[in-house]
């Protein structure tokens, strides 16, 4: 049968057949709305209680107040009668550690106390609610008995691979599999050599994107598909350059370049096809904004590093397979540091695996320091506001954007680095409000 995931910020809506749609939540709300007589329902996925400005730019599933009442509409303009519409509801939890920033926020408490309100403004009954706690959740809506399932959400444990036969690879081992893996597209190099420079040539950007065809329509695609004013078609990179601007196509062809590399994590850190790609991407948007909103670093240096952070998972994935019971177990049933797992298993952690590989690239000093010390910011010493950024940014994707991949939350730096960036919390939820959708934002 047929899984569809409803990421955050987004709604989803079917005809009976075979198939589940499911969310999966921390403080985030998950909303199923179905109507049996009709044979319709639908899953939707809510970050926030109400929207950070009343841009009409901001997309109505990240938000209960305005994404409540459109799901609602447009299950009816589909064909359900609102007065037989039912509903179930999960999520907003406080995850484990709580942080007094979470207390003051409260977003998932909000969030659902305003989904309740609609529908019951609406006439819409509860049939099942599971709300609040300190656990991770996951929805689930069954597209053929309207049947809807709230279940903890626990990472899956491996077929049924002995602990026996685990080894820990050696230093050997871990510099082959760098040697090994597919390499670094060039163009993407050359981006974050330039962005470290400050003197990006978009000329030559341009031009090394024309060699990669399918770089090229993947951008060209990008750009297509968000409604922009005035509106015209892309049909080449000169038209994408035009729409976007310079900075943005180079992020974007960053992005895209580095997506091949980063997906080769599939085996244990991911949950689905692509999972480490979606966090790091979450992570690079959040830092970018960060940058923006505190003006502590250059927008296009937070998303690179945003973006590169995570990349020691790729080397230390590949001895996954047999490694991922024992990592199970010591992450989801005995709650150990993700740092400390890895090392224990595989001799190194991933930030230390992450800067062995920027040091056989050659990247940018910045780049190695924040790889190395993004989960420690107040360990680095090359740009030590950059590191805080990417440790917000990293802490904000991996409690609020979840059921992309394998990770552990640790918020034990949180205060200091709020303090530390002039930070205000309550614009925390701004920052989340677009996180998850695009690689980068284009619509400005």
Not at 282 to 288: D, G, K, Q, V
Not at 341 to 351: C, D, I, S, Y
Not at 354 to 367: D, I, N
Request: aromatic share 6%; hydrophobic share 45%.
């Amino acid at each position: 049968m047929m899984t569809h995931t409803v990421t955050s910020g987004s709604f989803m809506i079917s005809r009976k057949k075979p198939g589940i749609m499911r969310a999966f939540l921390g403080s985030c709300t998950g909303v199923s709305l179905f109507d049996r007589k009709a044979g319709i329902g639908g899953l939707i996925h809510l970050l926030l209680p109400e929207p950070p400005s009343m841009d009409p730019a901001w997309n109505p599933g990240v938000s209960a107040t305005i994404g409540m009442p459109v799901f609602i509409d447009e299950l009816c303009r589909q064909g359900a009668a609102k007065d037989r519409l039912e509903a179930c509801i999960a999520g907003g939890a406080l995850i484990d550690p709580v942080s007094e920033t979470d207390l003051t926020l409260d977003i998932g408490g909000r969030t659902t106390e305003i989904v309740q309100n609609i529908l019951q403004k609406e006439r819409i009954p509860i049939r099942q609610i599971e709300i609040g706690g300190f656990l991770s959740t996951c929805i689930s809506l069954n597209l053929e008995t309207w049947e809807t399932t709230i279940e903890p959400f626990t990472i899956p444990a491996a077929a049924t691979q002995a602990d026996s036969n685990y080894t820990l690879p050696s230093a050997e081992q871990i510099n082959e599999v760098i040697e090994q893996l597919f390499p670094i597209p060039q163009i993407a190099l050359k981006i974050i050599r330039m962005i470290n420079d400050g003197t990006p040539s978009f000329r030559e950007i341009s031009q090394e994107v024309l060699k990669d065809q399918v770089l090229s329509a993947r951008i060209i695609r990008m750009c297509n598909s968000v409604p922009i004013k005035p509106a015209f078609k892309v049909d080449s990179i000169d038209k994408a350059l035009l729409r976007i601007g310079e900075k943005k196509l180079m992020l974007l062809a960053l992005c895209f370049s580095m997506e091949n590399f980063i997906s080769q994590a599939r085996r244990g850190y991911s949950l689905c096809m692509g999972g480490l790609f979606h966090h790091s991407v979450c992570t690079a948007r959040i830092c970018c904004h960060l940058a923006e909103l505190t003006r502590k670093a250059y927008p296009d240096l937070a998303y690179t590093a945003g973006l590169l952070h995570d990349i020691g998972k790729v080397v230390l994935d590949q001895f996954m397979h047999s490694a991922y019971p024992l990592f199970y177990r010591q992450l989801q049933i005995q709650g150990s540091d993700l740092l400390a797992v890895e090392k224990l298993l595989f001799g190194v952690a991933h930030t230390e695996a992450g800067y062995l590989l920027a040091c056989r690239w050659s990247m940018p000093e910045f780049v190695r320091d924040i790889i190395l010390h993004h989960h420690e910011p107040n360990e680095a010493a090359e740009d030590p506001a950059l590191a805080h950024m990417v440790y917000v940014a990293d802490l904000m994707s991996s409690r609020f954007v979840l059921g992309h991949y394998v990770n552990t939350a640790d918020s034990s730096h949180l205060r200091t680095s709020i303090k530390l960036l002039d930070l205000d919390i309550a614009n925390l939820p701004m920052l989340l409000a677009d996180a998850p959708f695009t690689p980068f934002e284009i619509s400005g």
